[in-house]
């Protein structure tokens, strides 16, 4: 019986060199897609409930914009209450990426075209 054992070597590009597992906005894009969802579907259920004149849909529909309301107003706290920790962290991760910033680079590329526009 003969095993293998393999090592392996990650190469990590300038990209992957940024420590992420501070950054609380890692996931902030697929946030706003579901949120997105979510409120489309919303849109459409409140339409709905008022093209057929469905007493039960428009409940739904008003308690799920009811419950966003308050979603909002604890994300806005939140926000509120953390905004210290939400500006050190793009405060950090700016000086990371600068540090890595050398002209060349992929990373440095999409820098120059962000601060060009």
Request: include cysteine.
């Amino acid at each position: 019986m003969h095993t293998h054992t393999h090592t392996h070597t990650h190469t990590h590009t300038r990209l992957q060199v940024i420590d992420r597992s501070n950054n609380i906005f890692e996931n902030f894009g697929s946030i706003c897609i579901v949120v997105g969802v979510f409120c489309t579907l919303l849109g459409f259920t409140g339409l709905y409930g008022a093209c057929k004149e469905s007493k039960g849909c428009l409940i739904i529909f008003l308690i799920l914009v009811f419950v966003v309301f308050i979603l909002e107003l604890v994300a806005g706290g939140l926000a509120y209450g953390f905004h210290n920790k939400i500006e050190d962290s793009v405060r950090e991760g700016m000086q990371r990426t600068l540090l890595l910033y050398d002209g060349t680079s992929d990373l440095s590329k999409v820098c120059h075209t962000a601060h060009s526009r």
